[in-house]
């Protein structure tokens, strides 16, 4: 009886976390929406099917406060974060460091690094996807000429309408730049400047009247698809979520889109680091990174899983030409440099802060 009383309380204790339970279970915590629901269909359920072992799935908001406060109450393992995310987490003792050869096995360091993208591996971290923060526009909005360029974005005379950007510093500062023709290889350096900074609000002066500030990451696609903006600032995975699967008339403009990475890394609370490794290992595979950007447009981070990539199994639809990181994309993208947006957050949030408070 007494081992009969064990083994229920260790099942209500597992139910309770929200965990399902096979051989253990490990507790991934990612963003919700489109994303999580590709991830559902081309990582967490595939990992179970072929490890047995169960994946409960948490929300967060990417702030260390809730990765410090969340962790350990809520035994979280695999944390689904931004790069610059990881590298100030990693640095604050929020995640494990990471050993490669563990969570690779056989397979040789000098072939991984070949195959991933330069820099993909971090102490703290693996970087897993490519998405981009992106302008995009209401295709009904302008039945004419159609915006093409960041600098359209800034340009209220011919394209006129109202502005949806995230009540952030990150990409605005970026895009203004660029619309004032500094270019991409300069534009973080610039930044680090009083100068640079002087010129990005200067240019941000010239729509602030027509900005509508969002902080949900679904509300931008909703502001262009109800055509209360003309224009907006958003996440491409989310722009094509509602094109595709709610028919909104949302176009993107593939000029100036801040490639940045989503990474895969270990809290230092989780208990469970086998098998959090283990599912490192099978969501890093090329064919899952593939399967994944055929269920939203993020570029896998290995060269052998962009080659597999085919068509949207929905609606046949060709998904490398949607990718943010597509060769025909890359003209003047630019890729985020995550270390300065670690380094620099508490400067930048300030100064914008200020911005917007017309100090």
């Known amino acids: 009886m007494r081992r009969f009383k064990f083994v229920v309380a260790l099942l209500a204790a597992g139910l309770a976390a929200g965990h399902v339970h096979a051989r253990g279970a490990?507790?991934?915590?990612?963003?919700?929406?489109?994303?999580?629901?590709?991830?559902?269909?081309?990582?967490?359920?595939?990992?179970?099917?072929?490890?047995?072992?169960?994946?409960?799935?948490?929300?967060?908001?990417?702030?260390?406060?809730?990765?410090r406060t969340r962790s350990q109450p809520e035994s979280w393992d695999v944390v689904d974060l931004t790069e610059d995310q990881a590298i100030a987490a990693c640095k604050s003792g929020l995640l494990r460091?990471?050993?490669?050869?563990?969570?690779?096995?056989?397979?040789?360091?000098?072939?991984?690094?070949?195959?991933?993208?330069?820099?993909?591996?971090?102490?703290?971290?693996?970087?897993?996807?490519?998405?981009?923060?992106?302008?995009?526009?209401?295709?009904?909005?302008?039945?004419?000429?159609?915006?093409?360029?960041?600098?359209d974005f800034f340009d209220l005379t011919s394209f006129p309408g109202k502005r949806a950007v995230e009540r952030s510093p990150d990409a605005i500062l970026e895009w203004a730049l660029l619309a004032e023709g500094v270019p991409p290889s300069q534009v973080y350096d610039l930044l680090s400047t009083p100068r640079g900074l002087q010129l990005a609000f200067r240019k941000l002066d010239t729509i602030r009247d027509?900005?509508?500030?969002?902080?949900?990451?679904?509300?931008?696609?909703?502001?262009?698809?109800?055509?209360?903006?003309?224009?907006?600032?958003?996440?491409?995975?989310?722009?094509?979520?509602?094109?595709?699967?709610?028919?909104?008339?949302?176009?993107?403009?593939?000029?100036?889109q801040v490639i940045g990475y989503e990474v895969w890394a270990i809290s230092a609370a989780s208990q469970n680091i086998k098998a959090a490794e283990a599912f490192i290992r099978f969501a890093t595979a090329p064919e899952r990174m593939a399967r994944l950007a055929e269920k939203i447009p993020y570029g896998p981070t290995r060269r052998s899983a962009m080659e597999r990539i085919g068509l949207d199994t929905d609606r046949r639809i060709p998904m490398r030409l949607h990718l943010p990181n597509a060769p025909g994309h890359m003209k003047r993208a630019l890729v985020r440099d995550s270390a300065w947006y670690a380094h620099t957050a508490t400067l930048r949030k300030k100064r914008f802060m200020n911005w917007l408070e017309g100090k």
């Open 97 to 151: 460091r990471l050993d490669h050869a563990a969570i690779f096995k056989a397979v040789p360091t000098a072939s991984l690094k070949a195959d991933f993208a330069a820099g993909a591996f971090r102490d703290c971290s693996i970087a897993q996807n490519a998405f981009a923060s992106v302008i995009a526009y209401n295709n009904d909005a302008f039945p004419g000429v159609k915006p093409r360029r960041i600098e």
């Open 210 to 256: 027509s900005v509508i500030w969002w902080t949900d990451v679904a509300a931008p696609a909703e502001l262009l698809r109800s055509g209360r903006a003309s224009m907006a600032s958003g996440y491409n995975g989310r722009f094509f979520a509602a094109a595709r699967d709610r028919g909104a008339p949302i176009i993107i403009v593939w000029d100036g």
């Open 26 to 67: 490990v507790t991934v915590v990612t963003w919700g929406g489109a994303y999580e629901a590709a991830q559902r269909a081309a990582i967490f359920e595939p990992f179970t099917g072929k490890t047995g072992i169960g994946v409960g799935v948490r929300r967060h908001d990417g702030r260390p406060e809730t990765l």
